[in-house]
Antibody, heavy 120, light 108 residues
Framework: EVQVVESGGGLVQPGRSLRLSCAAS????????MHWVRQAPGKGLDWVAG????????GYADSVKGRFTISRDNAKNSLYLEMNSLRPEDTALYYC?????????????WGQGTPVTVSS | EIVLAQSPGTLSLSPGDRATLSCRAS???????LAWYQQKPGQAPRLLIS???SRATGIPDRFSGSGSGTDFTLTISRLEPEDFAVYYC?????????FGQGTKLQIK
C-alpha cells in the first residue's frame, strides 16, 4: 500500500525556519517525482515545489522561490522541505504528494498533511 | 508561472444534471499536461483526469475531460450525490506547476 506521511509542522514565528519531512513507503521511491502542495484554511490548493527522481529537475512557485528548498534522500525514501524566512501567509496544511509517473506528471497519492502556523 | 483561471467559482445544480467546468490558462499548457482533481471536505484531493482527457483508474465514465492549448473543460454527464465537491485543475507541463482556484459544485 502506497503511503506518504508528513511530519515537522508546528507553530513558528515570522522570519524563522522550519523543516518538513515526508516518509514514503509502498512504492519504488526512485521511480517517481515528488511534490509539496499546501492549502490554507478554507482556501484552495497551492502548489509549492516539485523534484524529479534524481533531483536534477526542481521547480518552485514564485511565492516561495529563494525561501524554500525541496530535497530528497532516495536511500531513506524521504522528501524534505526547508522553509526559511517564514511569513504569516505561509500558514497552511502542507501535503507531501507522489507524482503519478515520471518527471512531468499529475499527482496521485497525497499524505494527510502537516499543519504550519506562522504567527507571533 | 502559468496562471489557471477556473469558472464558475460556484456551480449550483441538481442530481441528474450535467455539469460543465472550465479552466483557462494564461499561456499554452505544454503537451496538454492538464489534470483535474476532486476534493471533498476533510479529505485529500483525488485525481480524476490527466493529459486533459484520460480518466484515472477507477474514475466513473460520467467524468470526462476535453480541451487543448489554453482552454480545458471537465464535464460530469449526470451528477450523482457524491459528486458535489470542489474541483481543481492543475497544469504540470513544466518544472513549475500550478493549480486553478477551484470550482465549488453544490446542490441546488
Amino acid at each position: 500500500e502506497v503511503q506518504v506521511v508528513e511530519s515537522g509542522g508546528g507553530l513558528v514565528q515570522p522570519g524563522r525556519s522550519l523543516r518538513l519531512s515526508c516518509a514514503a513507503s509502498g512504492f519504488t521511491f526512485t521511480d517517481y517525482g515528488m511534490h509539496w502542495v499546501r492549502q490554507a484554511p478554507g482556501k484552495g490548493l497551492d502548489w509549492v515545489a516539485g523534484i524529479n527522481w534524481n533531483s536534477a529537475i526542481i521547480g518552485y512557485a514564485d511565492s516561495v522561490k529563494g525561501r524554500f528548498t525541496i530535497s530528497r534522500d532516495n536511500a531513506k525514501n524521504s522528501l524534505y522541505l526547508e522553509m526559511n524566512s517564514l511569513r504569516p501567509e505561509d500558514t497552511a496544511l502542507y501535503y507531501c504528494v507522489k507524482a503519478h509517473y515520471g518527471t512531468y506528471s499529475p499527482l496521485d497519492y497525497w499524505g494527510q498533511g502537516t499543519p504550519v502556523t506562522v504567527s507571533s | 508561472e502559468i496562471v489557471l483561471a477556473q469558472s464558475p467559482g460556484t456551480l449550483s445544480l441538481s442530481p441528474g444534471d450535467r455539469a460543465t467546468l472550465s479552466c483557462r490558462a494564461s499561456q499554452t499548457v505544454s503537451s496538454n499536461y492538464l489534470a483535474w482533481y476532486q476534493q471533498k471536505p476533510g479529505q485529500a484531493p483525488r485525481l480524476l483526469i490527466s493529459g486533459a482527457s484520460s480518466r484515472a483508474t477507477g474514475i466513473p465514465d460520467r467524468f470526462s475531460g476535453s480541451g487543448s492549448g489554453t482552454d480545458f473543460t471537465l464535464t460530469i454527464s449526470r451528477l450523482e450525490p457524491e459528486d458535489f465537491a470542489v474541483y481543481y485543475c492543475q497544469q504540470y507541463g513544466s518544472s513549475v506547476c500550478s493549480f486553478g482556484q477551484g470550482t465549488k459544485l453544490q446542490i441546488k
